[in-house]
């Protein structure tokens, strides 16, 4: 399998994660995003959203939408599974993994940040503004009161929605958001990236990864 790859795409990260705590053996091929190969015919071919990551299955398959794709892994690889099967735990679980990766990390996404600046003339100061307003308020500040007692979101072990916490505090420091608003979520980001497997997956640990 080869996973199409960023090593600064928050959604990307997720994946990542998902295969470090699964142990399996993915090819990375970077899709340099910054210079906009995610707009070139050959990686719109395999994905027509334009968007990293995906999962290219060894029979040519492409998988989009890293929440499909850590799905899917799970499927395959059960161990350890990142959705319970619990109803109950599952559903909180993705209430939270849904919060991050639907109503927070697209408002923060590279092309809806070039919208407002290239469309809507925004400067960046208008542009900072946006990212911290819907990265907390109704955001990440509310995901603070949905996890549960840790030392991960819902536990003793890991699961999706720790997958997607981790990268978007990443895209927060990046955005150089306020994060001290967020006591219970610093806690488990502290915790999650002392694990090898999200430690693994950190963006300055990967091949592309520039300063
Ligand atoms: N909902 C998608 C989001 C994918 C996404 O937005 N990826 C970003 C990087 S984090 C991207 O490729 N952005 C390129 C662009 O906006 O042009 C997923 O979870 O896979």
Redesign the pocket.
């Known amino acids: 399998m080869k996973l199409y790859d960023?090593f600064r795409?928050?959604?990307?990260y997720r994946v990542r994660i998902a295969i470090e705590l699964k142990g399996l053996a993915i090819q990375r091929i970077p899709v340099h995003?910054a210079r906009g190969e995610?707009r070139r015919a050959d990686y719109l071919a395999k994905n027509p959203q334009?968007?990293?990551?995906a999962l290219e299955l060894d029979d040519g398959t492409i998988l989009t939408?890293?929440?499909a794709i850590i799905d899917y892994l799970d499927a395959l690889a059960p161990h350890p599974l990142l959705t319970p099967k619990d109803p109950l735990r599952a559903a909180k679980v993705r209430g939270v993994a849904l919060a991050i990766?639907c109503d927070i990390?697209p408002l923060n996404?590279?092309?809806v940040l070039d919208y407002l600046r290239e469309r809507l003339g925004q400067d960046d100061s208008g542009v900072d503004a946006w990212i911290h307003h819907w990265a907390l308020q109704g955001g990440l500040e509310a995901v603070e009161r949905l996890v549960e007692p840790g030392p991960f979101c819902f536990g003793a072990q890991p699961t999706l929605a720790d997958v997607c916490l981790v990268p978007q505090l990443f895209a927060a420091r990046r955005f150089s958001t306020p994060l001290e608003t967020l006591p219970k979520l610093l806690a488990v980001e502290a915790h999650c990236l002392a694990h090898p497997a999200f430690a693994a997956a950190e963006p300055s640990r990967q091949a592309d990864a520039e300063p």
Do not use: F
């Open positions: 960023y795409s928050s959604a990307a995003l995610q334009g968007l990293a990551p939408q890293s929440l990766a990390h996404n590279r092309r």
